[in-house]
Nanobody, 131 residues
Framework: HVQLVESGGGSVKPGGSLNLSCVTSGLRYDMYCMGWFRQATGKELEGVAGIDSGGSVKYADYAKERFTISRDSAKKTLSLRITNVHPEDTAMYYC??????????????????????????WGEGTQVTVS
């Protein structure tokens, strides 16, 4: 039984920072690509950042300067650091996991890392409010 549990959300003033965490269980963590997604009220779910089994990272254009994704194999956790937060960062942030059959997940050239349907497991989210 796979579980992904996010934490670290809350209220923060513009310009502040947050650290989000995703604790995983029930999966072979090191086999998976992992991603952070977010959804603001009334808007579509969108990719924030992704990281593959080898540690290669992907970012949405808006996230390249202020967001940092990382993974900890020992703790089987995924993290997202957000700095200099903007009001438009207000959203529910979700952790998700992706694994191709029978092999570690690695990004390939021109991969659509943020394709929602490719991610097999999702957490229930943690709310970030910037105001």
């Amino acid at each position: 039984h796979v579980q992904l549990v996010e934490s670290g959300g809350g209220s923060v003033k513009p310009g502040g920072s947050l650290n989000l965490s995703c604790v995983t269980s029930g999966l072979r963590y090191d086999m998976y690509c992992m991603g952070w997604f977010r959804q603001a009220t009334g808007k579509e779910l969108e990719g924030v950042a992704g990281i593959d089994s080898g540690g290669s990272v992907k970012y949405a254009d808006y996230a390249k300067e202020r967001f940092t994704i990382s993974r900890d194999s020992a703790k089987k956790t995924l993290s997202l650091r957000i700095t200099n937060v903007h009001p438009e960062d207000t959203a529910m942030y979700y952790c998700a996991a992706l694994s191709p059959p029978s092999r570690p997940c690695r990004w390939v050239k021109n991969v659509d890392w943020s394709a929602l349907t490719e991610y097999q497991h999702w957490g229930e989210g943690t709310q970030v409010t910037v105001s």
